[in-house]
């Protein structure tokens, strides 16, 4: 029963977050010499700053086609988008799904369809909010391009938002990867869009709330059509 208590508090910590956890620890012991309650506002964020680097164990499906989220958060655009130019997936538009990360989600970033990496690029820019349309042109990002076994590909893009300004891609152009698995993360709030081939629709809408490696969005073998309306 105790460890069950523990385990739902006591979360893994991806490897990026010890620096910045010992970091804020360092802080708070400060602030505890200048002055007490300022210690304890520190302690309070050397605990936010733990939970943020949390990377905890998921249950990824494992039926073939379904395309699971990348990344904690909400939805929060759906509709057609031409891929980043760098990813060299064509001028046509593909469905997009965006989803938005604030400063309290997970941010460790998982696969969401098994395949080769075959290309991996990244593009320096700036830091608009992450939640506005324009961030997925201007902002500072990385893209992956996963292609499946039969031939089709999705893209994945990490974005940089108003106080991400780290991200981190762990992986190499020839990395094969299985649905769910860890790909990298962004430090501090930002976004994910995935870029799904033709024919696929979305099976969630605005608003709804995702978890990394287990959110169903799409299925490929599916003829649901794409849902619509939005979380509430």
Request: contains cysteine.
């Amino acid at each position: 029963m105790a460890a069950d208590m523990l385990s739902t508090v006591i979360k893994p910590i991806h490897r990026e977050g010890y620096r910045f956890i010992a970091i804020f620890a360092a802080v708070a012991v400060v602030l505890f010499l200048i002055w007490p309650p300022l210690g304890w506002v520190g302690v309070g964020l050397t605990v936010w700053c733990y939970y943020f680097f949390r990377d905890p164990a998921r249950v990824t499906p494992d039926r073939a086609g379904l395309v699971i989220s990348p990344a904690d958060g909400v939805v929060s655009q759906i509709g057609p988008a031409v891929p980043p130019a760098e990813l060299e997936m064509g001028e046509a538009p593909r469905l997009r799904i965006s989803v938005f990360m604030n400063v309290f989600d997970c941010h460790v970033n998982r696969a969401p369809v098994p395949g080769e990496v075959r290309r991996v690029a990244y593009r320096p820019g700036k830091f608009f909010n992450a939640s506005l349309d324009k961030a997925s042109e201007h902002n500072e990002r990385n893209g992956i391009v996963l292609r499946m076994q039969d031939g089709r590909d999705v893209g994945v893009v990490q974005i940089a938002g108003l106080v991400a300004r780290r991200i981190l891609c762990e992986v190499t152009e020839g990395t094969r990867l299985d649905t769910g698995a860890r790909f990298g993360m962004i430090r501090f709030g930002s976004r994910v869009d995935v870029y799904l081939p033709d024919g696929v629709a979305p099976l969630v809408v605005v608003g709804q709330a995702m978890f990394a490696g287990e959110t169903v969005l799409a299925d490929f073998a599916s003829d649901e059509p794409a849902r619509t309306g939005t979380a509430r």
